[in-house]
């Protein structure tokens, strides 16, 4: 009995790990979807309406569910220290510290938009959004396939290692 307790436990904790690396892929998707269409609303309203940063990164932490959402918040809430630090310092450290679970490229491409964003006019904003945004939505692309090449991969690896290792423990 105790030795059929500890192989459902080894497979099921083998599979877990393996379902876990599925379920990070989309998450990874799902941040990169939220992330394309923050950009595109940034776009239009820095284009059509003149919003400020703040009042932007407002907008879009109210619109947009976690953990881009919180990311503009953060964005947000830091910009009280726009004197003693800049605009794409305090964009790059609330990308550091936020949890997206983005390839190096991805990151890149969102600390590259830091760097313009309020230090431009607004046709260069949106110029340098629009070029992010499609960027992005080419890793979007990517992920996509990624996702669906080795998500079940992942999962069946995971049960399969599990099994395996059940069978030669015993």
């Given at each position: 009995m105790l030795r059929l307790l500890g192989a459902v436990l080894l497979t099921g904790g083998a599979g877990a790990l393996g379902f876990g690396a599925a379920a990070r892929l989309n998450r990874r998707v799902?941040?990169?979807?939220?992330?394309?269409?923050?950009?595109?609303?940034?776009?239009?309203?820095?284009?059509?309406?003149?919003?400020?940063?703040?009042?932007l990164f407002a907008l879009l932490s109210d619109q947009l569910s976690p953990p881009v959402g919180i990311f503009f918040a953060r964005c947000r809430g830091n910009l009280f220290r726009l004197g003693e630090e800049r605009l794409e310092?305090?964009?790059?450290?609330?990308?550091?510290?936020?949890?997206?679970?983005?390839?190096?490229?991805?990151?890149?491409?969102?600390?590259?938009?830091?760097?313009?964003?309020?230090?431009?006019?607004?046709?260069?904003?949106?110029?340098?959004?629009?070029?992010?945004?499609?960027?992005?939505e080419q890793c979007l692309?990517?992920?996509v396939a990624e996702r669906n090449k080795m998500g079940k991969v992942y999962g069946a690896?995971?049960?399969a290692a599990g099994a395996f290792l059940v069978i030669v423990l015993l």
């Open positions: 799902h941040v990169l979807r939220l992330f394309t269409e923050a950009l595109e609303r940034m776009e239009r309203e820095l284009s059509f309406r003149l919003t400020s940063i703040p009042e310092d305090l964009w790059r450290n609330t990308l550091a510290e936020s949890d997206l679970e983005l390839e190096p490229e991805e990151q890149q491409i969102l600390e590259t938009l830091g760097g313009i964003l309020g230090r431009y006019d607004g046709e260069g904003q949106t110029q340098a959004l629009a070029l992010a945004r499609a960027q992005l692309e990517a992920a690896l995971g049960l």
